[in-house]
């Protein structure tokens, strides 16, 4: 049981432990508050909540930059299951805007005890809502992991739809793929989808480029049975600029085809990886960036929160009280954390069923949570 | 009769004062802002500097560094001057200060005025710097295996690439080198000893290209060899074919570049400068109202301020006096001194 009077700095909120308390009726994490230890909580609660302000713009324009940089890669991506996470952000961030403004105003306004019983009724909804999003801060890094899987068969996907299109650059709809898989594969310095001999299952040369009266051609077309001209070499977008030698693009498994050329011990002509993996790694990396900076904008959220309920609670205790200098008790929940979850499951059912018709149950049910909370 | 004379009374000074501190440190904004534009455009020329054979001129940066440098510090010191301005006390410690200051502040504009010149006209010698670099690395760019230039084949690539150009004027400049280099060669192949042979240099010449001049929105697969032979491949006439490779010249494509920076540099330098202009004509009206008190024991007489003492022309003739009394100061022979004294006076 952790019943003890918590006699610690204003701003150690170490104690961010939510023990849960078996049986008492003790409130959690009770800390005294004199006149002097209230303004400055007030001071310091107006410094944080414009941090904290701050904190939720950086949030909102993370979301937005991946959402800019999933849009531009929008091409190659067959489903937009990843949206989730920056949209998250972004809407979070709007809300600890708004959080932390009604912070500020309520602190304004605690140093006047008139002023500050009209903010008396919206606190309990307000921290009920800013929990919410504040917890959907960590929604959003858990599932900018969980996500990974589906970011990767959405690229799977995309990636082949874009190397099967690549030579319809007549066919409006897809006349761009070419040009976006060839500027893809130069900037992230990648080949293919998996690696390059993904090229060499796909007829990338539109038929308009083929001299169908070649022998050659018509053989290569024949020897397939979808009668597509498929062929060992990969486009220009493929090579690496850092190989010694002029790129070899054609013929890639034909040792005899090049000059002093091993196909198996080659490994500077072209990109080695494929564009899936550059694009999960790229991607990944974005959101190991902003998972950290998320994290800390969340620990400032929180104390914000904790710190306005302390201000709340030491506030309403000086209610009808004349000297405003007396020394009160601030606290996190008034009683132990199972009494207050039943109690907001009483205060729920009863918010419910005062749009119910038929009265009968009402009684009934009220009278099972009172058994619970007796025992 | 003094140069746009202005009254002031107290209140008038004292907004005087109150804005010009706020355009002072504007002012020490804007010399923070030259000073990162300096820093940048050295960072740009460092990154291409292998195209430019390494020797180009650092010069325009590094005044832009030393000038944006030296208008903070002015800009500091006029904005102390300023805030302490209001003050008779503090400000006399500054008094006798502030005419050199306003001489070292005009000194100033006028650098900021030659550099800002500088910054447009800078724009020939990095042309001909960059002709003579990029044909020098057209001619490395075969040499991955020499030390010292085996990057040039992956700089230059990534240059074609990343400013969507090919070659120095055209892509025709690579038909007239070997970019391949011999070790790649098949020197028993009876083609390749013909092309060798056909040439005086002994050189393997061929109409061909390397991939990085490919052009991404060609909707065919790029043609990279064989360019002028229009039987070597399908459907292909290279009079009429535009979007396979670059058109654009690797060298007028940086010109461009570095041009369009360039000419922001100097316009923003142009706009710092009438800032500077602006705060020195502020300061000279503050400290000449401040001097010329009704009542020097009463702060809220009124006073007036000019720009200057006597009219343009009497100033000028004043200060090449001072010039020529100081030059002849040094002289030996005293005589003379004492007769261009009587003259000018």
């Not at chain 1, 504040?134 to 990636?159: D, F, W």
């Not at chain 2, 295996?145 to 240059?159: E, S």
């Not at chain 2, 010249?249 to 100097?266: D, F, K, P, Q, T």
């Not at chain 2, 800032?275 to 009124?302: C, H, R, W």
């Amino acid at each position: 049981m952790l019943c003890q009077n918590i006699h610690c700095g204003l701003f150690e909120f170490c104690c961010f432990n939510w023990i849960i308390i078996s049986g008492g009726t003790m409130a959690v994490l009770k800390i005294k508050f004199s006149f002097q230890r209230r303004v400055h909580l007030a001071q310091g609660l107006w410094l944080l909540s414009w941090v904290a302000m701050f904190s939720g713009g950086v949030t909102f324009c993370m979301g937005l930059f991946l959402k800019m940089e999933l849009l531009r890669r929008a091409e190659v991506m067959h489903t937009t299951d990843i949206h989730v996470v920056p949209n998250l952000l972004m809407v979070v961030g709007l809300a600890s805007v708004g959080i932390n403004l009604f912070a500020g105003r309520v602190c304004q306004d605690s140093m006047d005890s008139t002023r500050f019983t009209q903010w008396k009724n919206v606190m309990i909804p307000y921290f009920g809502v800013s929990l919410f999003f504040t917890s959907m801060l960590i929604v959003a890094m858990a599932l900018s992991y969980a996500l990974q899987p589906n970011l990767e068969e959405s690229l799977k996907v995309g990636l082949k739809n874009g190397i099967r299109f690549y030579k319809d650059t007549d066919t409006p709809g897809r006349c761009f793929q070419k040009e976006t898989i060839d500027r893809l594969q130069v900037e992230f310095r990648c080949c293919g989808n998996t690696n390059f001999k993904d090229w060499f299952e796909v007829q990338w040369i539109s038929n308009r480029y083929l001299d169908f009266t070649s022998k050659e051609v018509n053989d290569r077309v024949r020897s397939n049975v979808d009668g597509r001209y498929l062929m060992d070499g990969v486009p220009f977008s493929c090579c690496n600029p850092a190989s010694p030698r002029p790129c070899i693009q054609e013929h890639l498994t034909d040792n005899s085809a090049h000059f002093n050329y091993d196909y198996h011990s080659e490994e500077l002509n072209l990109h080695n990886r494929g564009c899936r993996e550059a694009l999960v790694n790229y991607f990944m990396g974005l959101m190991n960036t902003i998972g950290p900076c998320v994290l800390s904008v969340f620990f400032v959220q929180m104390s914000v929160l904790a710190s306005l309920r302390y201000l709340q609670t030491a506030m309403a205790a000086l209610e009808g009280q004349e000297n405003v200098e007396v020394e009160t008790e601030g606290y996190i929940l008034e009683k132990g954390v199972k009494e207050t979850l039943n109690e907001a499951k009483e205060t729920l059912k009863k918010l419910l069923q005062l749009g119910q018709v038929d009265a009968e149950p009402a009684p009934g049910d009220a009278e099972a949570a009172e058994g619970k909370a007796a025992s | 009769m003094a140069l746009l004379k202005v009254k002031f009374d107290l209140k008038k000074r004292v907004k005087l004062a109150q804005g010009l501190w706020l355009l002072y440190w504007l002012a020490v904004m804007a010399g923070i802002f030259v000073f990162s534009m300096g820093l940048f455009f050295k960072v740009e020329l460092r990154k291409r500097s292998e195209m430019m054979d390494n020797n180009e001129s650092h010069f325009v940066p590094n005044l832009l560094i030393l000038a944006g440098l030296a208008a903070c510090g002015l800009n500091a010191f006029g904005g102390k001057v300023c805030h302490d301005s209001l003050d008779a006390t503090k400000f006399a410690k500054w008094k006798p200060m502030v005419k050199t200051y306003l001489c070292g502040c005009f000194g100033f504009n006028v650098l900021l005025f030659i550099t800002a010149l500088l910054c447009f006209t800078m724009q020939f010698s990095l042309y001909f710097a960059l002709a003579e670099g990029l044909k020098n690395g057209m001619k490395f760019y075969r040499d991955t295996d020499t030390p010292g230039r085996c990057f040039m084949k992956r700089t230059l690539d990534m240059t074609q690439i990343e400013f969507r150009c090919c070659g120095n004027n055209n892509f025709r400049d690579w038909f007239e080198i070997q970019w391949i280099s011999n070790r790649y060669l098949d020197f028993s192949s009876d083609e390749v000893k013909d092309r060798v042979l056909s040439n005086v240099e002994g050189k393997f010449l061929m109409d061909s290209v390397p991939f990085s001049c490919c052009n991404p929105g060609s909707p065919r697969p790029c043609i990279q060899h064989h360019l002028t032979n229009n039987s070597a491949h399908y459907d292909y006439d290279h009079h009429t074919e535009e979007l396979n490779i670059w058109t654009r010249g690797c060298r007028e494509a940086l010109v461009s570049y570095y041009g369009g920076m360039m000419n922001s540099i100097g316009a923003l330098v142009f706009l710092v400068i009438c800032l500077e202009v602006a705060v020195m004509v502020g300061l000279q009206y503050l400290t000449t109202s401040l001097d010329t008190l009704a009542n020097p024991e009463d702060p809220e007489s009124e006073s007036e301020g000019w720009l200057l003492e006597k009219t343009v022309k009497e100033t000028v003739a004043d200060v090449m006096a001072k010039i020529k009394s100081l030059v002849k100061g040094n002289q030996v022979e005293g005589a003379e001194g004492e007769q261009a004294v009587a003259t000018v006076s």
